[in-house]
C-alpha cells in the first residue's frame, strides 16, 4: 500500500500559489535527486552548513549567507543576532534579553502577520510613523540605547509614503545597528536577490520554498559576512533560541539544487509562459456578468496573476465563498483569496500539466453559476 493511500487526504490542485497552508510550492526534479543524494553519506553539520552557506551566496552573488528554516526561522535569527551577536553568554540566555538592547524599530505599516516570529528571541516592537506614513525623524527619534536593530518589510501591498530602505540603512549605520529585512515572498523577480543587499540591508531572509521552489521547510539568509556569521551563531544546530529550527542536509542539498536552476532559467521566456497561461483563464471568465478580470504582473504580483474582481453589478455571492464552492468541488480548485478590493488570485507556479484547463473551466462554471444566482 502506498504512503498516500494510508492517508485519508484528498489532493488539490493549487492555482493559487505558493502559500503554506496548501504546501507551498513544488519542489523541483533537481531538489528531490539532491536531496537523494544527501541521504546516503554522513557529515559534521556545522561544515555541511557553512559550506553550504558559501554555495547559496555564489549562485546569488552575494557577500555570505546561510540556511535557516523557512523565511520565519530567518525572522528569528535575524532578531537574535541583532540582539546577542556572536556573544556566547546573550546567544545562550535568549530569549531572556535582561542587561541586553532588545528594541526592534519597526514602522507601524510594516507590521505584518508574520512579525511575531521577530519576538521569539526575546526582542520587542518599537513602533514608528502612523501606519501609513512614516518619516526619517521619526525613526532617529526612536533610537536609544535598548535599540537592537531596525526591521524593514518588503512584500506586495506596501505604501509609498515610508522611509525606503536605502534611508533606513543610512540611519541604522549611524548608530551601528542592522537593518534586518523581510523579503519571503519577493522571488522573481530574481533581481531582488541582490536588490535589498545593494541597498544596504545587513541581513535578508527569503523563503527556500516557495518561488525558488525548494524544500518547503527552508529559508535563505543572506547578508554580510559579520552578520550572516552572528546569524550563524544563533542558528541551528548550535543549542541557543533557533535549536528546534533544524534544516537536514537532504533539504540544505535539495535547496543549493533548486536555488541553482532557478537562478539558471531565463525570466523572459518564463513571464511569457505564465503570461500566456494566465490569458487562458481570463478568455474562459472575462464575459461573465459582473466579473473584472485581467492578467496583472506588477509589484504586488511577483509573477503574471489572473486577477479576478468584482463590480457593483456583480449579483453572486463574495470572494470567500466563490473560494469555498471551488475548494468544495472535485477535484478541489485551490485559488488565492487574499489582498485587497475582495479579489480572488490564479497563480500559475503550481499549475501542472493538464490541470490549467481544468482550472480555467471550474472558475467560469462556478463563476456563472453564483452570477445567475444559484
Ligand atoms: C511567506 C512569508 C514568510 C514565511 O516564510 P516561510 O518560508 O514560509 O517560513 C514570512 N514573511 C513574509 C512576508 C512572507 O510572505
Redo the contacts with the bound molecule.
Keep these: 500500500m502506498s504512503v498516500l493511500n494510508r492517508l485519508d487526504v484528498e489532493p488539490v490542485i493549487n492555482a493559487g500559489g ?1 502559500n ?1 497552508k496548501h504546501s ?1 510550492s513544488r519542489p523541483r526534479e533537481v531538489a528531490m535527486e539532491a536531496m537523494q543524494e544527501a541521504s546516503v553519506s554522513f557529515y559534521n553539520i556545522d561544515e555541511f552548513l557553512i559550506e553550504a552557506g558559501k554555495a547559496v551566496a555564489d549562485l546569488i552573488g552575494a557577500p555570505a549567507a546561510t540556511i535557516t ?7 528569528v535569527v535575524q532578531a537574535a543576532a541583532a540582539i546577542a551577536r556572536d556573544d556566547p553568554d546573550k546567544i545562550s540566555a535568549l530569549p531572556n534579553t535582561e542587561g541586553m538592547g532588545s528594541d526592534l524599530i519597526i514602522q507601524k505599516h510594516h507590521r ?3 512579525d511575531h ?1 521577530y519576538l521569539t528571541s526575546g526582542g520587542r516592537f518599537k513602533e514608528v510613523g502612523d501606519g501609513v506614513a512614516c518619516t526619517p525623524d521619526e525613526v532617529e527619534a526612536a533610537i536609544d540605547e535598548n535599540t537592537a536593530g531596525i526591521i524593514h ?3 506586495p501591498y506596501k505604501s509609498n509614503d515610508l522611509v525606503p530602505l536605502g534611508q533606513l540603512v543610512e540611519i541604522a549605520h549611524g548608530h551601528d545597528l542592522p537593518v534586518l529585512c ?4 519577493m522571488l522573481p523577480p530574481r533581481s531582488n536577490l541582490r536588490r535589498f543587499l545593494d541597498q544596504g540591508a545587513d541581513l535578508v ?6 518561488g525558488i521552489r525548494g524544500p ?1 521547510s ?2 535563505i539568509l543572506t547578508g554580510t559576512p559579520e552578520w550572516v556569521e552572528y546569524a550563524r551563531l544563533n542558528n541551528y544546530p548550535n543549542v541557543g533560541i533557533a535549536r528546534a529550527q533544524k534544516v537536514s542536509k537532504e533539504e540544505m542539498a535539495g535547496l543549493i539544487a533548486a536555488l541553482s536552476e532557478f537562478v539558471e532559467t531565463d525570466e523572459e521566456e518564463e513571464t511569457k509562459r505564465y503570461t500566456e497561461m494566465m490569458q487562458l483563464v481570463v478568455d474562459q471568465i472575462i464575459e461573465v456578468p459582473g466579473v473584472i478580470v485581467s492578467v496583472i504582473h506588477d509589484r504586488d504580483h511577483y509573477i503574471p496573476h489572473a486577477v479576478i474582481t468584482f463590480s457593483p453589478s456583480w449579483r453572486g455571492p463574495d470572494r470567500d465563498e466563490i473560494h469555498r464552492r471551488l475548494m468544495a468541488g472535485s477535484p478541489r480548485i485551490y485559488i488565492a483569496n487574499y489582498g485587497p478590493d475582495g479579489q480572488l488570485i490564479v497563480d500559475p507556479l503550481n499549475i501542472q500539466k493538464g490541470e490549467l484547463e481544468v482550472v480555467a473551466e471550474r472558475v467560469r462554471d462556478v463563476l456563472v453559476k453564483a452570477a445567475s444566482g444559484e
Design positions: 505558493p503554506t507551498g528554516s523557512g523565511a520565519s526561522g530567518g525572522l505584518f502577520i508574520y516570529l518589510l518588503e512584500s523581510d523579503a519571503a515572498s531572509s527569503f523563503s527556500g520554498g516557495k518547503q527552508t529559508g
